[in-house]
């Protein structure tokens, strides 16, 4: 589904629950349910995913700003930052003035210096995995542990660092290069990054961290109406059936903030209330049936 219905993705991961792997579409389908806003997620973001769990992990950027995202040519793609604090809106960012998909020229990369490494925890979970998931991992407060894994990087120079995430020497250098460039100056040409949350890389050694893109929730599924019914392919609705919350969401692309669990309880309402009306339905039974 995910390589389906979402553009140019050949992998994303979900912060949240994992067990949400699409059984509600195929039951639509199986009862001849419409599908509406399947592109849309909340997402992509870069996060990180660990080797063995399930879900991603948001990645915190301590108040230093010596780091730079760079796609797979090795080149920088956009304004970087935490989820909702780059330009990135969950996924959307403004493309000549319109929201637009977030790209994912994967593997991405997040390059960093020994400043940004030791201001603290890239990993702690300030509010979102942890918390959803339990403690699935107790990421260093120096990042140290994840440098001893191999889920970081290290080198004593940018050109050394390039050949451990097979990018070219040449341009990662010019990259970083022309990334402190901007930093020095305060103003981003390439990518517009928010003014005052930028710093040059140059105290080494240097990092390199692969992140994965990520969604939060997903909108796709069955499309219902204003009575939360689920409607079919023909447009009608499907007897008996209701649906609420992301599955089958109302939103078809832009995020809105507070917008999924405002829909939860919305159409939550809605759909119980309706289906508290229906009347039952006994199963037919006639003398002699099996
Ligand atoms: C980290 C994070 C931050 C978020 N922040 C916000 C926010 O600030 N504001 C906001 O509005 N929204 C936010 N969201 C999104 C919001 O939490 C979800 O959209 C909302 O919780 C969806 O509720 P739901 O009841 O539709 O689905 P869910 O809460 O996902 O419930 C679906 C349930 O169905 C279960 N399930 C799946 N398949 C089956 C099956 N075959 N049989 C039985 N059970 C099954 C799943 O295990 C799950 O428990 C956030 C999500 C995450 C992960």
Redesign the pocket.
Known sequence: MIRTYLEGLPEIYP???P??TG??ITMGLEAGADLWHMSNI?GPEFFFKAPGIAVSRWINIPHVDSYLFVACDGKRFTAEGTPCMGADRHGKTKVHGVWMQQLTPVPVYMVFDETFRKAGSIGESFA?WDV?HGNLYDWSADNLREVEKGWIKRANTIEELAPLINLSPEVLKATVARYNAFAKDGKDADYDRTAGYMAPLQAPPYYAMELTPSF??TQGGPRRDKDARVISVEGKPIPRLYSA???GSIYAFNYNA?????E?FAFGRIAGRNAAQEKPVRAATTAGAT
């Not at 507070?258 to 405002?262: D, M, T």
């Open positions: 912060s949240g629950t067990y949400n059984d509600g909340a979102c959803t939060v929730n919350g992301e599955l507070g917008g999924n669990v405002g939860c």
